[in-house]
C-alpha cells in the first residue's frame, strides 16, 4: 500500500547549524502532492510547505524541500536552525486529481540546542 | 484567511460514556473533512473521511457504528466517541479541506480535542 517513511524519531541539532529531515514514500498514485507539516506543542498541524513539481524546490520560513520522483523523495532541509524550529515534523502525501486521502509518515521531533 | 475551530479542547470522561466534538470552519467551504486521532506516541490514525455530498468513508478499525460522524454543511462537521475505552484515548484532530478549489490535500487542522478516559 502507500506509505511516507520519515526515518528518524527524533532530531537534535544546535542552533545556526543546518538541519535535515528524511522522507520517502511509496505510492501508486500517478499525481501527488507533498507536505510538509509543523505541530508545535499543543497547537493544531499547520502545512509549511506544499509541492507536486518534480524537481522544483520549494521554500517557506526558511525551509526548502525538493520533490525527487526518481529518488522517491521529499526530504525538508534548513541551512540554519533557530530555537523556534523546535517542533514536531510530518510529511504527508495526498493523491491530487479526484478524491484524495493524506497520508502523514510517522513525524520527526525536532530539537534545536542553544 | 482559512481556521478551523475545534471544541472542546479537553474532556475526562468515564470508561463507557461518549464524548462529542464538533469544528467549525471558517474563512473557506469545507467540502471535505478528515478526522484523524494522533495517539501518544504522535502518530495519526485516519479515522474517516467526509465529503458533502458523498458517503463518509471510513478506514479499517474504525466504524459509523463507534465514531458516528455528521457533516451536514461546508462549515461544519461532527464526531461522537461512542462507549470510550482506554484504547480510544488520544488527541483527535479534523482536518478541512475546499477539494473544489483544486488545493487538494491541504488540510486546515483544528487544535484538537483531547480525550482522557478514566
Known amino acids: 500500500g502507500d506509505s511516507v517513511t520519515q526515518t528518524e524519531g527524533l532530531v537534535t541539532v544546535t542552533e545556526g547549524l543546518p538541519v535535515k529531515l528524511n522522507c520517502t514514500y511509496q505510492?501508486?498514485?500517478?499525481?501527488?502532492?507533498f507536505f510538509w507539516y509543523v505541530q508545535y506543542l499543543n497547537e493544531a498541524p499547520q502545512v509549511l510547505l506544499k509541492?507536486?513539481?518534480?524537481?522544483k524546490r520549494t521554500e517557506h520560513q526558511g525551509f526548502h524541500a525538493t520533490l525527487h520522483k526518481s529518488s522517491s523523495s521529499f526530504h525538508l532541509q534548513k541551512s540554519s536552525a533557530q530555537l523556534s524550529d523546535s517542533a514536531l515534523y510530518y510529511c504527508a502525501l495526498s493523491e491530487s486529481s479526484g478524491s484524495w486521502q493524506l497520508i502523514f509518515g510517522s513525524g520527526t521531533q525536532l530539537t534545536v540546542m542553544p | 484567511g482559512a481556521l478551523v475551530y475545534q471544541y472542546p479542547r479537553r474532556t475526562i470522561c468515564k470508561s463507557g460514556t461518549s464524548m462529542r466534538m464538533e469544528c467549525q470552519a471558517v474563512?473557506?467551504?469545507?467540502?471535505?473533512v478528515a478526522w484523524y486521532r494522533q495517539s501518544p506516541q504522535k502518530t495519526f490514525e485516519l479515522i474517516a473521511l467526509?465529503?458533502?455530498?458523498?458517503?463518509?468513508?471510513?478506514e479499517q478499525n474504525f466504524t459509523q457504528e463507534k465514531f458516528p460522524i455528521s457533516h451536514p454543511n461546508l462549515s461544519f462537521s461532527s464526531m461522537t466517541v461512542l462507549n470510550a475505552y482506554l484504547e480510544d484515548r488520544g488527541l483527535y484532530l479534523c482536518?478541512?479541506?475546499?477539494?473544489?478549489?483544486?488545493?487538494?490535500?491541504?488540510?486546515?487542522f483544528g487544535e484538537g480535542s483531547k480525550l482522557t478516559v478514566l
Open positions: 474563512g473557506f467551504q469545507a467540502t471535505s
Open positions: 482536518g478541512a479541506s475546499n477539494t473544489g478549489t483544486g488545493d487538494t490535500g491541504q488540510l486546515y
Open positions: 467526509s465529503t458533502v455530498n458523498s458517503a463518509i468513508k471510513y
Open positions: 509541492s507536486s513539481t518534480d524537481n
Open positions: 505510492t501508486t498514485y500517478l499525481t501527488i502532492a
